[in-house]
């Protein structure tokens, strides 16, 4: 209807230049006018132009965000299969080679409950490294840590995963989420409170529908007990529920 209008009152200017210039019983105008009118009819082409091009554009844009979406779920959907399945695996090996032993508690609330997280929002653990000092080297934009002397590191990793379907405000500073690591069952030690940016304890933010985010939770341990870790007990605990997992 719009491109109609557009024709007709682009026709009408066109065709009283054409009968002015015929000698046609319209009123003499001067060239000036003529240039005024001749501008004004070439705006609104290209107003009508701009406009197609701009709807053009934006569906164009739409499929490409609709296929990056498609992309980025089926990316999620993988790692969080291959995350579950190198957990289960590590809990299996660990309650096998540790069947003498006592074990961690078998019936526990899921870590997301023990959390309070949102619906669809999870946190898987990762493993867990040594260091003298954390992040250390280029990574070290912030903040960093270095190890007491005769000490050393021991950093366990969290990845939390968002697929909610909309963005979510994660909140574990205010709640009071704390940890503590036992090792070979007569050695316990709190996690560090710190200023690190990706501190699982002090981690408060937005994480975006289908965003993951890595974190970690770091224990400074007598470095003689490095030299015989057995079994190690990473808990989480938050008010009076705690979620306990078999790190090695």
């Not at 969080?80 to 695996?89: I, L």
């Not at 940890?179 to 981690?203: C, F, K, P, Q, W």
């Amino acid at each position: 209807m719009k491109k109609h209008l557009y024709l007709i009152s682009i026709s009408c200017i066109m065709a009283m230049l054409f009968l002015s210039a015929c000698g046609g019983d319209y009123p003499e105008m001067s060239p000036d006018e003529e240039e005024v009118i001749g501008e004004y009819a070439a705006r609104i082409l290209l107003k009508y132009d701009a406009n197609n091009r701009s709807r053009l554009v934006s569906r164009v844009e739409v499929e490409e965000k609709e296929e990056k979406d498609r992309q980025r779920r089926q990316m999620i959907e993988e790692v969080k299969r291959m995350e579950s399945e190198a957990t289960e695996k590590n809990t299996s090996e660990s309650k096998t080679s540790d069947a003498q032993s006592e074990q961690a508690p078998e019936e526990q609330l899921p870590l997301e409950e023990v959390l309070g997280l949102p619906q669809g929002v999870t946190v898987v653990y990762q493993g867990y490294e040594m260091f003298d000092s954390y992040p250390g080297g280029e990574t070290a934009d912030f903040f960093s840590l270095d190890a007491t002397e005769g000490k050393r590191l021991l950093v366990c990793r969290f990845t939390i995963m968002n697929l909610s379907g909309a963005e979510q405000y994660i909140d574990f500073l205010n709640q009071n989420v704390t940890s503590r690591i036992t090792i070979n069952d007569d050695y316990s030690r709190n996690a560090l409170v710190t200023m690190l940016e990706d501190d699982l304890l002090t981690y408060a933010a937005n994480v975006g529908d289908g965003e993951t985010v890595n974190t970690v939770v770091v224990f400074e341990i007598d470095e003689n007990q490095t030299y015989n870790m057995g079994r190690i007990l990473l808990a989480l605990k938050k008010e009076s529920n705690k979620y306990t997992i078999q790190v090695q």
